[in-house]
C-alpha cells in the first residue's frame, strides 16, 4: 500500500531577487491499495510526476506525509525503496549489456546474488513475455522490448509495490496491449499495488481499479471509473475527467483556442 497524505512541494523559478516560488504540488492526498492499480491523472503541470519522485525517493517533500507499506519515505527510504519498484520515463538501459545483464545488475544493486537475479530474470522473462529477448543486447530494441526490460528491472526484487510514470509513451498498439496484460497478471496473480499516470483516458477505463485526478497541485477527485461518471453526470470518461481536472475558465480558453 502507497499512501500520500497532505504533501507540498515547491520549487524557486528565477534568480536573485526576481525569484519567485512556484507550487507544483499544494497538498495532494491519496491512497493505492494492495492487488489493485490506482490511475493518476491531471493536466500537463499538475504536479503528477513530482509527486511520484517525492514517493520514490528521489524529491524531498516540503510538507506531508509518504508511507510505502506504513515505512515513511522520508525517515527510512531505504527500507522504503525496498518495497518499491519504479519505472519512470526516463527508461536508460545499458545498451551494451543483454537484457538479462541489465536486469541482473539491478538485481545485484538489490543485494541479491548472480543466481538469484538470474533465476528471477527467467521468471520475469514468462510473466512479461520477453524470455527471446533475454540474450539479447538491449542496442537496438524496440520501444516496446526496452519497456519489457525496464519494467523487468525494476521488479527484479520482487516489490510488493509499482510505480509507472507514464508507461505507454511511444508505444506501439501491440506493445501498449501487452504491457496491460503485463499488469492485469502483477494485480491479480501477485496482489501487487500499481500505480500508474498517463493521459490516456482508454488505458485508464481498461485497467484502473480507481483513480486520481489532481489539478494546480492538490487532489480534486478520487474514485473508481463508474463513480467520477456519475459525479459529472457524464457517460464519457474523457468528458468527466475534463469536467473534474479543468476549472470553467480553462474550458473555456481552451475551447476558444480551439475555435481559432
Given at each position: 500500500?502507497?499512501?500520500?497524505?497532505?504533501?507540498?512541494?515547491?520549487?524557486?523559478?528565477?534568480?536573485?531577487?526576481?525569484?519567485?516560488?512556484?507550487?507544483?504540488?499544494?497538498?495532494?492526498?491519496?491512497?493505492?491499495?494492495?492487488?489493485?492499480?490506482?490511475?493518476?491523472?491531471?493536466?500537463?503541470?499538475?504536479?503528477?510526476?513530482?509527486?511520484?519522485?517525492?514517493?520514490?525517493?528521489?524529491?524531498?517533500?516540503?510538507?506531508?506525509?509518504?508511507?510505502?507499506?506504513?515505512?515513511?519515505?522520508?525517515?527510512?527510504?531505504?527500507?522504503?525503496?525496498?518495497?518499491?519498484?519504479?519505472?519512470?520515463?526516463a527508461r536508460g538501459l545499458?545498451?551494451?549489456?543483454?537484457?538479462?545483464?541489465?536486469?541482473?545488475?539491478?538485481?545485484?544493486?538489490?543485494?541479491?546474488?548472480?543466481?538469484?537475479?538470474?533465476?528471477?530474470?527467467?521468471?520475469?522473462?514468462?510473466?512479461?513475455?520477453?524470455?527471446?529477448?533475454?540474450?539479447?543486447?538491449?542496442?537496438?530494441?524496440?520501444?516496446?522490448?526496452?519497456?519489457?526490460?525496464?519494467l523487468a528491472r525494476a521488479?527484479?526484487?520482487?516489490?510488493?509495490?509499482?510505480?509507472?510514470?507514464?508507461?505507454?509513451n511511444g508505444l506501439d498498439?501491440?506493445?501498449?496491449?501487452?504491457?496491460?496484460?503485463?499488469?492485469?497478471?502483477?494485480?491479480?496473480?501477485?496482489?501487487?499495488?500499481?500505480?500508474?499516470?498517463?493521459?490516456?483516458?482508454?488505458?485508464?477505463?481498461?485497467?484502473?481499479?480507481?483513480?486520481?485526478?489532481?489539478?494546480?497541485?492538490?487532489?480534486?477527485?478520487?474514485?473508481?471509473?463508474?463513480?467520477?461518471?456519475?459525479?459529472?453526470?457524464?457517460?464519457?470518461?474523457?468528458?468527466?475527467?475534463?469536467?473534474?481536472?479543468?476549472?470553467?475558465?480553462?474550458?473555456?480558453?481552451?475551447?476558444?483556442?480551439?475555435?481559432?
Amino acid at each position: 500500500m502507497i499512501e500520500v497524505n497532505n504533501l507540498s512541494r515547491h520549487f524557486s523559478q528565477g534568480k536573485g531577487r526576481k525569484a519567485t516560488l512556484v507550487k507544483a504540488v499544494d497538498g495532494v492526498s491519496w491512497r493505492a491499495e494492495d492487488g489493485a492499480i490506482t490511475g493518476l491523472l491531471g493536466p500537463n503541470g499538475a504536479g503528477k510526476t513530482t509527486t511520484l519522485r517525492m514517493v520514490a525517493g528521489l524529491l524531498q517533500p516540503d510538507s506531508g506525509e509518504l508511507r510505502v507499506d506504513g515505512i515513511d519515505v522520508v525517515a527510512q527510504p531505504r527500507a522504503a525503496l525496498a518495497r518499491l519498484g519504479v519505472l519512470s520515463d526516463a527508461r536508460g538501459l545499458y545498451p551494451r549489456l543483454t537484457a538479462r545483464e541489465n536486469i541482473v545488475y539491478y538485481g545485484r544493486l538489490h543485494g541479491m546474488s548472480p543466481a538469484e537475479a538470474s533465476a528471477r530474470a527467467d521468471q520475469l522473462g514468462r510473466v512479461l513475455d520477453m524470455t527471446a529477448l533475454l540474450e539479447r543486447r538491449t542496442d537496438g530494441f524496440s520501444q516496446g522490448e526496452r519497456m519489457k526490460t525496464a519494467l523487468a528491472r525494476a521488479l527484479v526484487h520482487n516489490p510488493p509495490n509499482i510505480i509507472l510514470d507514464e508507461p505507454t509513451n511511444g508505444l506501439d498498439v501491440l506493445a501498449t496491449r501487452s504491457l496491460r496484460e503485463a499488469l492485469r497478471r502483477l494485480r491479480d496473480d501477485e496482489g501487487k499495488c500499481i500505480v500508474f499516470s498517463t493521459h490516456i483516458m482508454q488505458e485508464v477505463e481498461r485497467l484502473c481499479d480507481r483513480v486520481v485526478v489532481v489539478s494546480h497541485g492538490r487532489t480534486v477527485a478520487d474514485g473508481s471509473v463508474p463513480e467520477l461518471l456519475a459525479r459529472t453526470s457524464e457517460t464519457d470518461f474523457e468528458e468527466a475527467f475534463v469536467a473534474l481536472a479543468f476549472n470553467p475558465e480553462e474550458r473555456a480558453a481552451a475551447a476558444q483556442g480551439s475555435a481559432a
